[in-house]
């Protein structure tokens, strides 16, 4: 379903697969181009200037699949508007539901937006260890079910307040740094490297694209899955809370 | 409990809202004050429908109808009482329960917009794990019953507001559910589709047999398709009985709309206390259905009629006068 509804708006599907991060991609390498050209040395933290082209790349790539603002939009002006009648009245529930879609959707879109870093980083030589692709991957689809449930439970606070749309904007930001998007988190000093690496959210960006690109070792990915589990425990055990106590209060109208 | 399809017993539902007093002081003191306001939407409610019935369930707008029909179809929790249906509390929304109900809302889509209905259809066999084959067959039947198979491959949102609601009533019906809730079937809907949904509907109540609930501001769709009637008043359930002795105590009024081709001469008094002034061209008249015909014959007495026509009375008002029959307050 996810596929034939996405598919249906062809120009906002290629956007958002292709010229989307593609944009995001080129912003960071313009912003790294012009540090190294500033900077005194021909390397920052201990890496040069392809290492951290390829991290650009990647990030902006993996950092569209690890984001679900799209569907949490849907998801809240579903209860906000109240046409998630139509799911509660089904024998499905709303998180599988949207988590079906989400993932059709980055299904079909990874598939296309993949091939454009693959071609620019066998094109230009910059540093990515392509055998290590599929558990990057992995983990960042593994992370994307965590995007889901924050996705849920922040969707869940639309049965009491209306208008929560600014939680997914300031979310966002957050995660804009805590992923490693904006720069490699092991850029930032100690202790705070430490904490922000071990955090789930790492396991968006920088844990795959730093395994990708050797910054990092295997053992960060399963550290990362670990981080993630944890993480799905505890927001799933939050937003069951949250939405169980939201159908008490639900009108049918909307909130 | 009992063999009954559904049975209430106190069930009740209170509304919270806030209050908020007009004015840009207010607006922002509601940033750390607000008053909550509460609204029993609907009283503690206690009824029994066997299976196979169809029950019309009728009211003012905001009377608590669909609040009603809300709880029963597990959309929402109730404030206090219980209600089974098939044997289920319907807010705790099992899967077992789900798979045999459904509801149809007149005013919101539950099909997928950027879908065509046949997409929406195999999904919907898939949720509900329908055969595929027999859903195939299925919708064919239904929307050749219909007449809606030429748009069965055209997206949702392209469609009329008509064609729509026959993709939504097959949508609902697909699964054969054992307790369907119709809200609003035909609201917005002109007179054809109106009739071709009605007609459909009441076919396949007969066919299928399943139990109904309908609320309908349309006497039409209650009175062609209800066995019985539920009148519901500010949130309490004040008439339970037949269509047939609801339309009795109801005397049936029709608006008789007359435009003479010149004025009036004289008063003119009719049927009582009708009364047409002297001058007057154009008149409308409140008319009990059986005195129609006395009446148009009283009015070519008086002068050269140029336009004549008659309507139903609103439903609203029919209801509102049986209330005041009752000597219940709207």
Same mark, same amino acid.
């Given at each position: 379903?996810?596929?034939?509804?996405? !598919?249906?708006?062809?120009?906002?599907?290629?956007?958002?697969?292709?010229?989307?991060?593609?944009?995001?991609?080129?912003?960071?390498?313009?912003?790294?181009?012009?540090?190294?050209?500033?900077?005194?040395?021909?390397?920052?933290?201990?890496?040069?200037?392809?290492?951290?082209?390829?991290?650009?790349?990647?990030?902006?790539?993996?950092?569209?699949?690890?984001?679900?603002?799209?569907?949490?939009?849907?998801?809240?002006?579903?209860?906000?508007?109240?046409?998630?009648?139509?799911?509660?009245?089904?024998?499905?529930?709303?998180?599988?539901?949207?988590?079906?879609?989400?993932?059709?959707?980055?299904?079909?879109?990874?598939?296309?937006?993949?091939?454009?870093?693959?071609?620019?980083?066998?094109?230009?030589?910059?540093?990515?260890?392509?055998?290590?692709?599929?558990?990057?991957?992995?983990?960042?689809?593994?992370?994307?079910?965590?995007?889901?449930?924050?996705?849920?439970?922040?969707?869940?606070?639309?049965?009491?307040?209306?208008?929560?749309?600014?939680?997914?904007?300031?979310?966002?930001?957050?995660?804009?740094?805590?992923?490693?998007?904006?720069?490699?988190?092991?850029?930032?000093?100690?202790?705070?490297?430490?904490?922000?690496?071990? #955090?789930?959210?790492?396991?968006?960006?920088?844990?795959?694209?730093?395994?990708?690109?050797?910054?990092?070792? !295997?053992?960060?990915?399963?550290?990362?899955?670990?981080?993630?589990?944890?993480?799905?425990?505890?927001?799933?055990?939050? &937003?069951?809370?949250?939405?169980?106590?939201?159908?008490?209060?639900?009108?049918?109208?909307?909130? | 409990?009992?063999?009954?399809?559904?049975?209430?017993?106190?069930?009740?539902?209170?509304?919270?809202?806030?209050?908020?007093?007009?004015?840009?002081?207010?607006?922002?003191?509601?940033?750390?004050?607000?008053?909550?306001?509460?609204?029993?939407?609907?009283?503690?409610?206690?009824?029994?429908?066997?299976?196979?019935?169809?029950?019309?369930?009728?009211?003012?707008?905001?009377?608590?109808?669909?609040? #009603?029909?809300?709880?029963?179809?597990?959309?929402?929790?109730?404030?206090?009482?219980?209600?089974?249906?098939?044997?289920? %509390?319907?807010?705790?929304?099992?899967?077992?329960?789900?798979?045999?109900?459904?509801?149809?809302?007149?005013?919101?889509?539950?099909?997928?917009?950027?879908?065509?209905?046949?997409?929406?259809?195999? #999904?919907?066999?898939?949720?509900?794990?329908?055969?595929?084959?027999?859903?195939?067959?299925?919708?064919?039947?239904?929307?050749?019953? #219909?007449?809606?198979? %030429?748009?069965?491959?055209?997206?949702?949102?392209?469609?009329?507001?008509?064609?729509?609601?026959?993709?939504?009533?097959?949508?609902?019906?697909?699964?054969?559910?054992? !307790?369907?809730?119709?809200?609003?079937?035909?609201?917005?809907?002109?007179?054809?589709?109106?009739?071709?949904?009605?007609?459909?509907?009441?076919?396949?109540?007969?066919?299928? &047999?399943?139990?109904?609930?309908?609320?309908?501001?349309?006497?039409?769709?209650?009175?062609?398709?209800?066995?019985?009637?539920?009148?519901?008043?500010?949130?309490?359930?004040?008439?339970?009985?037949?269509?047939?002795?609801?339309?009795?105590?109801?005397?049936?009024?029709?608006?008789?709309?007359?435009?003479?081709?010149?004025?009036?001469?004289?008063?003119?008094?009719?049927?009582?206390?009708?009364?047409?002034?002297?001058?007057?061209?154009?008149? %409308?008249?409140?008319?009990?259905?059986?005195?129609?015909?006395?009446?148009?014959?009283?009015?070519?007495?008086?002068?050269?009629?140029?336009?004549?026509?008659?309507?139903?009375?609103?439903?609203?008002?029919?209801?509102?006068?049986?209330?005041?029959?009752?000597?219940?307050?709207?």
């Amino acid at each position: 379903m996810a596929i034939s509804a996405n !598919v249906e708006y062809r120009l906002n599907y290629v956007i958002d697969a292709v010229v989307q991060p593609s944009m995001t991609a080129v912003i960071e390498l313009l912003l790294w181009l012009a540090l190294f050209q500033g900077a005194a040395g021909g390397t920052i933290g201990g890496f040069t200037l392809p290492y951290y082209l390829s991290y650009a790349l990647w990030g902006a790539f993996f950092a569209r699949i690890a984001s679900s603002w799209m569907y949490e939009f849907r998801m809240i002006e579903e209860i906000e508007s109240g046409s998630v009648n139509g799911l509660l009245v089904r024998p499905f529930s709303f998180y599988e539901y949207y988590f079906s879609q989400l993932m059709g959707y980055k299904f079909i879109t990874t598939f296309v937006s993949f091939l454009i870093p693959l071609g620019a980083t066998l094109l230009l030589d910059w540093p990515a260890q392509m055998d290590r692709l599929p558990l990057a991957t992995l983990l960042v689809f593994y992370y994307l079910i965590l995007v889901h449930s924050i996705s849920f439970l922040v969707s869940c606070c639309a049965f009491f307040w209306n208008r929560i749309h600014s939680f997914t904007v300031a979310k966002n930001l957050a995660f804009w740094i805590l992923t490693g998007e904006l720069v490699p988190l092991d850029l930032m000093p100690e202790p705070y490297r430490g904490w922000v690496i071990n #955090l789930p959210f790492a396991s968006g960006v920088y844990v795959p694209v730093a395994y990708l690109t050797g910054r990092a070792e !295997v053992s960060m990915v399963w550290n990362g899955f670990l981080s993630v589990t944890v993480g799905l425990i505890a927001v799933n055990a939050a &937003g069951a809370l949250l939405w169980k106590k939201g159908l008490r209060s639900y009108v049918g109208t909307g909130a | 409990m009992s063999s009954d399809a559904i049975e209430t017993r106190g069930l009740s539902r209170v509304y919270k809202s806030y209050r908020k007093p007009e004015g840009v002081w207010n607006s922002l003191k509601g940033l750390w004050d607000r008053q909550t306001v509460e609204k029993t939407a609907l009283q503690p409610t206690t009824l029994r429908i066997a299976p196979g019935q169809i029950v019309g369930l009728v009211g003012a707008n905001g009377a608590g109808k669909t609040t #009603l029909l809300k709880l029963l179809s597990g959309l929402i929790t109730p404030s206090h009482g219980d209600a089974l249906v098939l044997g289920h %509390h319907p807010w705790k929304r099992e899967s077992a329960f789900l798979k045999r109900v459904s509801i149809l809302l007149g005013q919101k889509n539950q099909l997928w917009w950027d879908l065509a209905p046949l997409d929406s259809f195999a #999904l919907l066999a898939r949720i509900y794990d329908l055969d595929l084959a027999a859903t195939r067959r299925r919708v064919q039947e239904l929307t050749k019953r #219909l007449q809606c198979d %030429h748009v069965v491959e055209t997206q949702l949102r392209r469609l009329s507001l008509g064609e729509r609601m026959k993709m939504e009533i097959i949508g609902a019906l697909l699964h054969s559910p054992d !307790v369907l809730f119709l809200d609003e079937p035909t609201i917005g809907l002109d007179i054809v589709a109106q009739e071709s949904i009605r007609d459909f509907l009441a076919g396949y109540v007969r066919s299928r &047999g399943p139990t109904v609930i309908l609320t309908s501001h349309y006497m039409d769709d209650i009175a062609q398709l209800a066995h019985s009637l539920l009148l519901i008043s500010k949130g309490a359930i004040v008439y339970e009985g037949t269509v047939q002795d609801f339309t009795r105590k109801t005397e049936s009024v029709q608006t008789l709309s007359v435009r003479f081709a010149e004025d009036l001469a004289a008063d003119v008094r009719l049927d009582g206390d009708l009364h047409l002034a002297k001058g007057g061209k154009e008149f %409308h008249l409140k008319i009990p259905a059986d005195r129609l015909g006395p009446v148009i014959a009283e009015l070519s007495r008086h002068g050269s009629i140029q336009d004549l026509k008659t309507e139903e009375t609103d439903f609203e008002d029919v209801i509102k006068s049986f209330l005041a029959t009752e000597s219940r307050l709207l």
